[in-house]
């Protein structure tokens, strides 16, 4: 007599307990669900962002310290949003109107220090958003899924106390349905707490070379040079 394999459904996995969940357990399913979606959906524009920031660094490195002045350098600097090409941008106009009535009495090196910063400030505020959002889902799935579990283990209790019956059949089910919550609650927690550390490690190398870059940048709006360790790159600044 052939063996015949006979596929049983499961009646404790997920199908199981969201037909067998109340509004409740429902709605932390729901929103375990959209804090997984937002987290990925976070993670992914995040590091597309910064590969485009880490490329525009590479082309300021090459192209904007290879022309002979800054206002030539500029021009190199292509592509959508290109934070660099605003820095230099903002730097070159604030020098060409150092001399109005409003600025002629601050130092062209304070001037230029100041609108710089608050570029720099800028990208950096820029780069932070949406972090925010990974570190709480990061702190906070864990514990919401916890909550649906204890909810779903009470009323598990509740109903074999209802029952007057205390069989494994109707322990195991219930109380292995509830403990989903928390392994769902982890397994939106932990790819958030590492992108949120992956971003944020991203973050801190693209600032460290728009501060490179800024720096370099007044040194040779105020001095006419760019200082490359030990030896001096002399370019062109705004001003004549």
Known sequence: MANESVTVENPYGLQALWAQGDFIAKGVLILLALMSAYSWFIIFTKWWEQRRLLKQAAEADKNFWGADNIKNGVGKLTGKGNIFKAI???AIDAAAH?????????PLHEWIDNVIARGVARIGSALQTQLPFLATTGSTAPFIGLFGTVWGIYHALVAI??????????????????????????????????????LLGRNKLIMERVKLFAN??????????????ANAKVISGAKK
């Open 98 to 106: 150092h001399d109005t009535r409003m600025t002629q009495q601050v």
């Open 216 to 229: 370099d940048l007044e040194q040779v709006i105020v001095s006419g040079s760019r200082v490359e360790g």
């Open 88 to 90: 230099a941008s903002e």
């Open 161 to 198: 106390g209802v029952a007057g019956q205390a069989s494994i059949d109707k322990v195991a089910g219930p109380v292995g349905e509830a403990l989903i919550m928390t392994a769902i609650g982890l397994a939106v927690a932990v790819p958030a707490v590492l992108g949120y550390n992956y």
